[in-house]
């Protein structure tokens, strides 16, 4: 019973070391220091279980002190936040006056005083806790310098020269967004056909380092009898300047995250993209979200006013970070799908009832993914979200991003070849894509420049689709992704 107790430990032990590694290589901690910390500390583990010859005391002090100054070390190196720091502080204080308490409560018993190394212990538990206090202040100081700084570099980029006017004649327009960028595995992004699915897939995007910078984008639409709207709503400052900071209210955002995952500029900014376009993010009435994910509801803490519309099986069972939707959880809106079929879609949502914006359920890459399609003179805008990364992901043979697994991906499958058929019914639609890397995407913004695509920039745009894939939706010779190393982040290929 003794051996099978060790030997469960040592199962328990081994697996949260290597889940303690497995997120220091998603720091950035180099290959050869990894291995030799887990090398300390896997002999550790068996010291203490099995000393033998060794012994425990010589295990703890041989084994165990560098294994923990180790930890100590790889924790401040790449762990740490400041906000960090009040939390340890009185962590430490806390174990402090118990350990005085404890040594108290012994000597006590036996009529003696507390011993010196008790008194010890207690004033260093309530100096640490003072410390844990007075800390509080200047790390609020130091996430307010940090907000300081991103407002005076986006009220610099408002003032920039060349921001445009709105035009007021009664049409419906729609404005490209590029509001960040997300660093992903190059797999995660155009390997799902190789391996990248379900929870193997997903501890892969931990530790590979083939990486590739993909843009996010969102899309503003100016209705005449609806308003201003949002097709999602990108990343936000705190996400790429202060991440640690930003994800603080959730540990587990914070360890299996990168720090550099999302990069900003302040022209980039949704509220600066939106201002410089001549509208007012405040004017912004409705925000169609195509899922929970981060890159597309980091710009919800800026439209608390807005109605936010997304499906509630994203919303009940989706992978979202409940503080992002701290200021629009009390105006969100889900679609029943009562309003019939279209195209190849059995089901839809008319939002208002006059055929102008339809909701279409995409599941499969989130639980309650959507994606949105708009009526506008000349064609109709088919807003994808993830359900495709990009144009070339429309080839499923051929390209595919990394997949949930099991019913998750028969379902995004089933949705990407309704979207094909729904392409292939309407020859004046044309897709739009939340992460598209291609040379599609510059002829999106060439033909949305004002907004206006009409007729002609909606056949250029199925031109160019035309261009990549066959009829039968096969890649044309020059089209196929390829990842290409670089110093550092790598790039996309296409050959």
Same mark, same amino acid.
């Given at each position: 019973? /003794?051996?099978?107790? /060790?030997?469960?430990?040592?199962?328990?032990?081994?697996?949260?070391?290597?889940?303690?590694?497995?997120?220091?290589?998603?720091?950035?901690?180099?290959?050869?220091?990894?291995?030799?910390?887990?090398?300390?500390?896997?002999?550790?583990?068996?010291?203490?279980?099995?000393?033998?010859?060794?012994?425990?005391?010589?295990?703890?002090?041989?084994?165990?002190?560098?294994?923990?100054?180790?930890?100590?070390?790889?924790?401040?190196?790449?762990?740490?936040?400041?906000?960090?720091?009040?939390?340890?502080?009185?962590?430490?204080?806390?174990?402090?006056?118990?350990?005085?308490?404890?040594?108290?409560?012994?000597?006590?018993?036996?009529?003696?005083?507390?011993?010196?190394?008790?008194?010890?212990?207690?004033?260093?538990?309530?100096?640490?806790?003072?410390?844990?206090?007075?800390?509080?202040?200047?790390?609020?100081?130091?996430?307010?310098?940090?907000?300081?700084?991103?407002?005076?570099?986006?009220?610099?980029?408002?003032?920039?020269?060349?921001?445009?006017?709105?035009?007021?004649?009664?049409?419906?327009?729609?404005?490209?967004?590029?509001?960040?960028?997300?660093?992903?595995?190059?797999?995660?992004?155009?390997?799902?056909?190789?391996?990248? @699915?379900?929870?193997?897939?997903?501890?892969?995007?931990?530790?590979?380092?083939?990486?590739?910078?993909?843009?996010? %984008?969102?899309?503003?639409?100016?209705?005449?009898?609806?308003?201003?709207?949002?097709?999602?709503?990108?990343?936000?400052?705190?996400?790429?300047?202060?991440?640690?900071?930003?994800?603080?209210?959730?540990?587990?955002?914070?360890?299996?995250?990168?720090?550099?995952?999302?990069?900003?500029?302040?022209?980039?900014?949704?509220?600066?993209?939106?201002?410089?376009?001549?509208?007012?993010?405040?004017?912004?009435?409705?925000?169609?979200?195509?899922?929970?994910?981060?890159?597309?509801?980091?710009?919800?803490?800026?439209?608390?006013?807005?109605?936010?519309?997304?499906?509630?099986?994203?919303?009940?069972?989706?992978?979202?970070?409940? %503080? #992002?939707? @701290?200021?629009?959880?009390?105006?969100?809106?889900?679609?029943?799908?009562?309003?019939?079929?279209?195209?190849?879609?059995?089901?839809?949502?008319? %939002?208002?009832?006059?055929?102008?914006?339809?909701?279409?359920?995409?599941?499969?890459?989130?639980?309650?993914?959507?994606?949105?399609?708009?009526?506008?003179?000349?064609?109709?805008?088919?807003?994808?979200?993830?359900?495709?990364?990009?144009?070339?992901?429309?080839?499923?043979?051929?390209?595919?991003?990394?997949?949930?697994?099991?019913?998750?991906?028969?379902?995004?499958?089933?949705?990407?070849?309704?979207?094909? *058929?729904?392409?292939?019914?309407?020859?004046?639609?044309?897709?739009?894509?939340? %992460?598209?890397?291609?040379?599609?995407? /510059?002829?999106?913004? #060439?033909?949305?420049? @004002?907004?206006?695509?009409?007729?002609?920039?909606?056949? *250029?745009?199925?031109?160019?689709?035309?261009?990549?894939?066959?009829?039968?939706?096969?890649?044309?010779?020059?089209?196929?992704?390829?990842?290409?190393?670089?110093?550092?982040?790598?790039?996309?290929?296409?050959?």
């Amino acid at each position: 019973m /003794k051996t099978l107790g /060790k030997i469960a430990l040592a199962v328990l032990g081994l697996l949260m070391a290597a889940v303690w590694l497995v997120i220091l290589r998603l720091k950035d901690v180099p290959p050869v220091a990894l291995v030799t910390y887990g090398v300390v500390l896997v002999a550790f583990l068996g010291g203490v279980l099995w000393p033998g010859r060794l012994g425990r005391r010589r295990a703890l002090l041989f084994l165990g002190v560098p294994a923990g100054l180790g930890t100590l070390a790889l924790y401040f190196a790449v762990v740490f936040y400041v906000t960090d720091a009040p939390v340890l502080l009185g962590a430490v204080a806390v174990a402090c006056l118990m350990a005085a308490l404890a040594g108290a409560v012994r000597r006590g018993r036996g009529g003696a005083v507390p011993s010196r190394r008790a008194l010890l212990t207690g004033g260093a538990g309530i100096l640490l806790g003072v410390l844990a206090g007075l800390s509080t202040g200047p790390v609020a100081r130091h996430r307010s310098e940090i907000e300081a700084r991103w407002r005076r570099e986006t009220q610099a980029a408002l003032r920039a020269p060349g921001a445009r006017r709105p035009v007021a004649d009664g049409r419906v327009r729609v404005f490209p967004l590029h509001v960040g960028d997300t660093v992903v595995p190059y797999g995660q992004f155009y390997g799902g056909l190789d391996g990248w @699915e379900g929870l193997p897939g997903y501890v892969r995007t931990l530790v590979d380092k083939a990486q590739i910078t993909v843009p996010v %984008h969102a899309y503003l639409i100016d209705h005449p009898r609806h308003g201003l709207m949002l097709v999602d709503t990108g990343v936000n400052w705190a996400q790429a300047h202060d991440h640690d900071g930003y994800y603080r209210h959730n540990l587990a955002s914070r360890l299996l995250t990168e720090r550099n995952e999302y990069q900003l500029t302040p022209e980039q900014d949704l509220r600066v993209r939106v201002a410089r376009l001549g509208y007012d993010l405040k004017d912004v009435t409705t925000v169609f979200l195509t899922h929970v994910h981060e890159d597309h509801a980091g710009g919800l803490r800026h439209l608390a006013h807005a109605r936010v519309v997304l499906d509630r099986r994203d919303w009940e069972q989706g992978t979202l970070y409940a %503080h #992002t939707f @701290e200021e629009v959880q009390d105006a969100l809106v889900f679609p029943a799908y009562g309003s019939g079929p279209f195209h190849a879609f059995p089901e839809s949502h008319d %939002h208002f009832g006059d055929g102008s914006v339809v909701l279409l359920p995409t599941p499969g890459h989130s639980p309650g993914h959507l994606c949105v399609a708009l009526r506008m003179d000349g064609g109709t805008a088919l807003f994808l979200g993830d359900t495709l990364y990009t144009l070339p992901h429309l080839a499923l043979g051929q390209v595919r991003q990394m997949t949930v697994g099991g019913q998750a991906t028969a379902d995004q499958l089933k949705a990407a070849e309704r979207v094909r *058929r729904t392409l292939a019914a309407d020859p004046a639609m044309a897709p739009l894509f939340a %992460h598209d890397n291609t040379a599609y995407q /510059k002829e999106v913004a #060439t033909a949305f420049r @004002e907004g206006l695509p009409e007729a002609d920039g909606f056949r *250029r745009l199925r031109d160019h689709l035309g261009g990549v894939l066959t009829p039968d939706w096969l890649l044309r010779p020059g089209h196929a992704p390829a990842f290409a190393p670089g110093e550092g982040v790598g790039r996309v290929e296409f050959r």
